[in-house]
């Protein structure tokens, strides 16, 4: 039997199209969003905190919100400690700055129900290297950034006209106080091979120039 409303038929036909197209719609931004969130809390998850390791010489601002008897700028002593009022001496060194303030509030809250503590770094002092022989300016200078063997003979005014190019190494110490030699090739770095050897410093490490 033929409709008597085709009219009524194909409003109800665009409709129906529409609200398909509409959870299309809805499925795809729901599956983005789900998507973008997972994403974004991948990049939280992946992304490391690279802190800086407090070490002897470095200066330090310690704040506690409202607490001005106990904030104070202050050097790390060169047994790693660091001296508060209320808090006593606390071993800094080895510690990011974060580490640190939560140990500060640890001891504080003997005193305060809930200090906030803050601590920044005023100067970087314990993050060194040292460059020895012949070179024309050895000496102990700071690592304020990254560093390689060929970066530090530049900082040390080069190598003097007797240097042995073939025979200069970095003297790296290991925590259980032994040390590792890595051997540097002057020669072989400006003719461009072996650029492998060319390491990045870090810190204590001493470049012996024979």
């Not at 939560?102 to 005193?111: A, D, F, P, S």
């Not at 240097?163 to 002057?186: C, E, Q, W």
Request: charged share 20%; with cysteine; net charge negative.
């Amino acid at each position: 039997m033929r409709s008597r409303h085709p009219f009524l038929i194909c409003l109800l036909g665009i409709a129906s199209g529409d609200l398909s197209n509409q959870l299309v719609g809805q499925t795809a931004k729901t599956s983005f969003d789900d998507g973008a969130t997972a994403a974004a809390a991948a990049v939280k998850v992946e992304a490391p905190a690279n802190e800086y390791v407090i070490g002897p010489d470095d200066v330090l601002s310690v704040n506690v919100w409202k607490e001005p008897e106990v904030s104070r700028t202050l050097p790390v002593r060169p047994d790693g400690n660091i001296s508060l009022p209320l808090v006593g001496d606390l071993m800094a060194s080895g510690h990011t700055p974060v580490q640190l303030q939560n140990e500060i509030k640890q001891r504080l809250l003997t005193y305060f129900s809930d200090p906030e503590v803050n601590i920044s770094l005023q100067e970087a002092k314990s993050h060194k290297f040292n460059i020895v022989g012949e070179v024309e300016k050895p000496g102990s200078y700071l690592l304020t950034g990254p560093m390689t063997v060929l970066d530090a003979i530049a900082v040390a005014g080069g190598l003097r006209d007797f240097a042995k190019m073939t025979k200069i190494y970095v003297l790296r110490p290991n925590a259980d106080g032994s040390h590792t030699r890595l051997p540097f090739n002057y020669k072989k770095m400006i003719k461009g091979t072996d650029l492998q050897q060319n390491v990045e410093l870090e810190p204590r490490d001493t470049i012996i120039v024979p």
